[in-house]
């Protein structure tokens, strides 16, 4: 299962809170959570082929633009699912993944998943009909291997087509 990830400037390890326009890009490499979820990905046959980045500011500046350009990115790239995500509580980072999760879904070429906890109750009510949101800590919260073992069966049941109705129900808000 090839995956993409999706991280604003703080999970990409690209910036601060404070370097909100850091410019869309693409990295060959694992970075951020990612490197924590080699194993897990590993139990479901997949591996991190690309990490799409973006600085909050960057996305609020023109939000169509930035997520027509990363659904471009991903459609050129061909992966099984992207991981939009751990948000945990950054709630512009959330709202930037889940939009981006529900218009790859809603264009139909690939798979795609949110992932942040429950103190982005906003976006998740907006999303949580368009695109499947898996649950995470908040920063520095207990669960966080959990959450990214989550993740991982999500992106694999969301790529082969399998019934995930019960990971859904256990992992997913």
Known sequence: ????????QIQSGLGTKDDRDLPLGILKELVGPAVMMEGPLRQVDGRVVATLYCGWGTYEADPDEVTRKLVAMCHKIGPDVVMCG??????????????VAADL??????????????????????????????RTPKKGGM??????KNMCLVAQGLACGSDIASLRREACF
Do not use: C, W
């Open 105 to 134: 879904e809603a264009a139909g070429k690939v798979h795609a998943l949110a992932a942040m906890s429950e103190e982005n109750e906003g976006t998740i009510e907006r999303y949580r009909g368009r695109v499947t949101i898996v």
């Open 1 to 8: 299962m090839k995956v993409v990830m999706f991280y604003d």
């Open 143 to 148: 669960g966080l291997n959990q959450a990214l």
């Open 86 to 99: 751990p948000a945990f509580n950054y709630a512009e980072y959330a709202e930037m993944a889940a939009r």
